[in-house]
């Protein structure tokens, strides 16, 4: 079964070392300020040429109170008259964007993030998918992925009738944990009754798929206490479930200062909860796909991955890995065949430059040949957790023992280890280093020892 998983604590401490997610090869840390909008160009020209279907990524900033857990660009305020300057700025970014696309490049994932899209008030969300769908060829068959991050506190039946009016059909909603204490600690307060008020919509309006985000690691939480959220989370059904990591670094996000560190649960207490979790989850019927989620069996992620058809990227795991993804809004990364380019991550930075009628586009990176056959052994790895070297060879022309000859001790080492099974034709990852699966990628970074590790959370 491609969910089992083997808890085996000696190898998790051995091999619970801070790294990338490996959202993107190579990863953001490596974008440099030397791409700017002619590369952005260039990319769409080829796209087009291409006529490669579309995965959109929007990002709505604002949030009405603050989160002191969260690391996600945003700009917190009450007032929301600060939305629809943005929304003049976004539309004219999405404008100059399509411009250089065709209009018969279909639009098949679209996703809405933040911040807290749900800030833009009705007219507000209304005015932005009718600018999209002027720009773009938005589906209206329900057979694409759109979805949009929900914050229960900022939604309600009229919201969600709203967001089914608009073409969404999918909906992730921010939780991270239920027990009281624990959300006076990081500032978010927020009713299981809130949430399931917010899910009994989306089922009655029969949405296609409900995703709930948690995190462990967070203050106040216990091992006890998570794993009641937990059970209370499983009663709610969700097709998915996001499961993260908290990674403390107050000198990086300035809300985490407001987190007592003491007030942090110890390292032997958070493999405790990820190990509970996992054996709730299990138990329910979900399966592991891998990177901090779980999925039913009959979802889409979890189907995908029994085909070895699962992808990744900026979104997480994916069905539409092999659409060009196109990111509009402040901070927004686009990967566009061989390009990552992202926006300025200063909201004032990004108004001023669509302001003289020039993209935002700040930093970014194209791939090179190594790049690129790297990126596909990542990619494998981390979403079917196993490597077949003929498909790579025959894809890149190369012999991969010959190529990869300098990292065959640290393979060997951790076969040994029994993470990984090694052969002469494939890797496959156990199951007791499917929850290692990023430190198995690390091996084949070119880039991991150059960097800052402490830019990255641990593994576990």
Same mark, same amino acid.
């Given at each position: ?302 189907? %995908?991955?029994? &085909? #070895?058809?699962?992808?990744?990227? $900026? !979104? +997480? =795991? ?6 060009? *993804?196109? /990111? ?61 070297? %003929?498909?790579? &060879? #025959?894809?890149?022309?190369?012999? $991969? !023992? +010959? =190529? ?6 640290? *393979?060997? /080492? ?47």
């Amino acid at each position: 079964m491609l969910d089992a998983i083997r808890w085996d604590s000696d190898l998790i401490r051995r091999y619970d070392l801070a790294g990338p997610r490996y959202t993107s090869y190579p990863t953001a840390v490596q974008f440099h300020g030397q791409v700017g909008t002619f590369d952005l160009f260039h990319a769409l020209r080829d796209s087009r040429k291409a006529q490669r279907p579309l995965s959109l990524y929007v990002h709505v900033p604002f949030c009405a109170n603050i989160c002191y857990y969260c690391a996600c660009n945003k700009v917190i305020t009450k007032d929301r008259g600060r939305a629809q300057p943005y929304l003049q700025r976004l539309e004219q970014e999405i404008q100059l964007i399509a411009c250089h696309l065709d209009p018969a490049q279909k639009v098949e994932q679209l996703h809405f993030g933040g911040g807290t899209p749900t800030f833009l008030s009705h007219d507000e969300l209304r005015q932005l998918m009718a600018h999209l769908r002027k720009h773009f060829n938005l589906l209206d068959d329900d057979s694409g992925d759109y979805g949009i991050e929900i914050d229960p506190r900022e939604a309600d039946w009229s919201t969600m009738g709203l967001l089914l009016e608009l073409g969404f059909n999918r909906v992730s909603i921010g939780l991270q944990d239920l027990d009281p204490a624990v959300q006076r600690a990081v500032n978010r307060l927020q009713s299981l009754e809130e949430t399931r008020a917010v899910i009994d919509a989306a089922r009655t309006l029969q949405f296609r798929s409900i995703n709930i985000d948690l995190i462990y690691g967070l203050p106040k939480q216990t091992p006890d206490n998570f794993a009641r959220t937990v059970e209370e989370v499983i009663s709610l059904q969700p097709d998915r479930l996001s499961v993260f990591n908290y990674a403390h670094l107050p000198e990086r996000f300035m809300p985490q200062r407001r987190i007592n560190s003491s007030d942090l649960p110890s390292p032997a207490h958070k493999l405790e909860m990820l190990q509970r979790t996992i054996e709730q989850l299990t138990a329910a019927g979900y399966r592991y796909i891998g990177m901090d989620h779980f999925a039913l069996p009959d979802d889409e992620l979890a189907i %995908a991955q029994e &085909e #070895q058809t699962l992808q990744r990227n $900026f !979104q +997480g =795991y994916t069905t539409h890995g092999h659409c060009d *993804l196109i /990111g509009l809004g402040v901070s927004a990364i686009s990967q566009i065949g061989d390009l990552y380019c992202q926006n300025s991550s200063d909201l004032t930075a990004y108004q001023n430059s669509l302001a003289s009628a020039q993209l935002a586009t700040s930093r970014g990176l194209v791939c090179n040949a190594d790049d690129r056959l790297r990126r596909a052994v990542i990619q494998q790895l981390i979403c079917n957790f196993k490597l077949e070297f %003929a498909e790579i &060879e #025959q894809q890149f022309n190369i012999d $991969f !023992q +010959g =190529y990869f000859g300098a990292l065959w001790p640290q *393979l060997q /080492g951790m076969a040994e280890d029994g993470l990984i099974r090694l052969e002469r034709e494939r890797i496959e990852v156990l199951p007791a280093g499917r929850l290692l699966v990023r430190s198995v990628c690390m091996v084949f970074d070119a880039y991991l020892e150059q960097q800052n590790r402490q830019r990255f959370s641990r593994v576990i």
